[in-house]
C-alpha cells in the first residue's frame, strides 16, 4: 500500500467515526439520538432514539415538575389482558445527581403509586378506595414507557370485598379500604406518586385537581373488560 492510499484511507475513517459520533449526540427530525453510555438503563439496549419533547433535562424546579406531571399521566393507557389490567404511565429522561441524563425509572424512581375511587358504590357517604404500589421500571418494549402495574383482576375478585391489604408476591402491593362487601367493577384514577423509596426528598405527586387540568376525562379502569378477555 502506497502513502497516498494509507493517508486517504485513515482520512475516510477519521471522517467516518466523526460523523458516527455527531450523530449519535445531535438531534434528527425532532428526535435525540443516545449512543450506549450516553443513556444509562438498567438493561443492555441498542441505542434508541428519545423524542426531544419527553427530555427534560433541561429543566429545573416548576418547569420540571409541570412537564413530569403531564408526561405521566397524559401518555397513560389501561391495558386488558386475560384476567388482568395494567397501567401504564408515560416516561421521560431527566439529569441525576451528577447531571447525567438518565431515564427516570433506572436512575431516580425505583416506586410508584396509585391511586383509585370506586364507581357507583358507597359506604356512609365514603367511595371504596384501592391503593396500587409497584415498581417503576423502564418498559422493555418502549422505554419512552413506564412498565405497566399489572392488577390481576381476576385473583381479587375471588376474595372478600373488605377492607385489606393484598400481595401477589409480584412487587405489587394492593389497599382497599371503605368498602361495604361488593366490588365496584369500575375505578376512576384519583392521584399518582412517583418516588424513590430510598431517598424520601425525590418524589413526583399528581393530585386529583393535577389529573382533571392534564387530562379531559377521567382515567378509569374496568374490571369488566379485563374479565371478559379471561373468558375469550
Not at 29 to 47: E, F, H
Not at 69 to 88: D, P, T, W, Y
Request: aromatic residues 10%.
Amino acid at each position: 500500500m502506497n502513502k497516498f492510499a494509507f493517508m486517504t484511507g485513515f482520512v475516510f475513517f477519521t471522517v467516518a467515526v466523526s460523523c458516527g459520533y455527531l450523530l449519535g449526540a445531535n438531534s434528527w427530525n425532532g428526535a435525540i439520538y443516545l449512543a450506549d453510555g450516553s443513556l444509562v438503563s438498567n438493561t443492555n439496549r441498542n441505542p434508541a432514539a428519545i423524542k426531544r419533547e419527553l427530555d427534560f433535562s433541561h429543566l429545573n424546579g416548576a418547569e420540571l415538575i409541570t412537564a413530569t406531571q403531564k408526561r405521566l399521566v397524559s401518555a397513560a393507557r389501561v391495558i386488558i389482558r386475560e384476567g388482568l389490567a395494567g397501567v401504564e404511565l408515560g416516561h421521560f429522561v431527566a439529569r441525576d445527581e451528577t447531571g447525567q441524563r438518565r431515564l427516570a425509572c433506572d436512575a431516580l424512581y425505583n416506586r410508584l403509586t396509585l391511586r383509585f375511587e370506586g364507581n357507583g358504590m358507597a359506604t356512609d357517604g365514603d367511595k371504596a378506595r384501592m391503593e396500587v404500589d409497584g415498581p417503576c421500571v423502564t418498559s422493555t418494549q418502549d422505554i419512552s414507557r413506564i412498565e405497566p402495574i399489572w392488577i390481576p383482576v381476576s385473583k381479587i375478585l375471588k376474595t372478600p370485598a373488605t377492607n385489606e391489604e393484598l400481595d401477589f408476591s409480584e412487587g405489587v402491593k394492593f389497599k382497599f379500604t371503605d368498602m361495604n362487601g361488593d366490588w365496584p367493577t369500575s375505578w376512576s384514577l384519583e392521584s399518582v406518586r412517583l418516588y424513590n423509596s430510598e431517598d424520601t426528598g425525590r418524589t413526583i405527586d399528581i393530585s386529583a385537581r393535577d389529573l382533571h387540568e392534564i387530562r379531559q376525562h377521567p382515567f378509569v379502569l374496568n374490571w369488566l373488560e379485563a374479565q371478559k378477555a379471561s373468558r375469550q
